[in-house]
């Protein structure tokens, strides 16, 4: 069974949403929408970069005045 309707996420909707939705559908990606036009494109690759990106932030000392 073919499915037709287009799975989205809005843009300001919880990444954790966006990615379950992302999952759910088993899609290689999930068009982020704003205002019914096209804002971006969600991966299951760009998701394990921003978990990367944000780990190495967390991890790196605050920096001093």
């Given at each position: 069974v073919m499915?037709?309707?287009?799975r989205s996420a809005k843009v300001g909707e919880p990444a954790d949403r966006a990615l379950a939705e992302l999952r759910e559908?088993?899609?290689?990606?999930?068009p982020?929408?704003?205002d019914g036009r096209l804002a971006g494109v969600l991966?299951?690759?760009n998701v394990g970069e921003y978990?990367?990106?944000d780990a190495a932030l967390r991890?790196?000392?605050a920096a001093g005045p």
């Open positions: 499915e037709t309707a287009i559908c088993r899609c290689q990606s999930l982020i929408m704003a991966t299951l690759e978990v990367m990106i991890a790196r000392p």
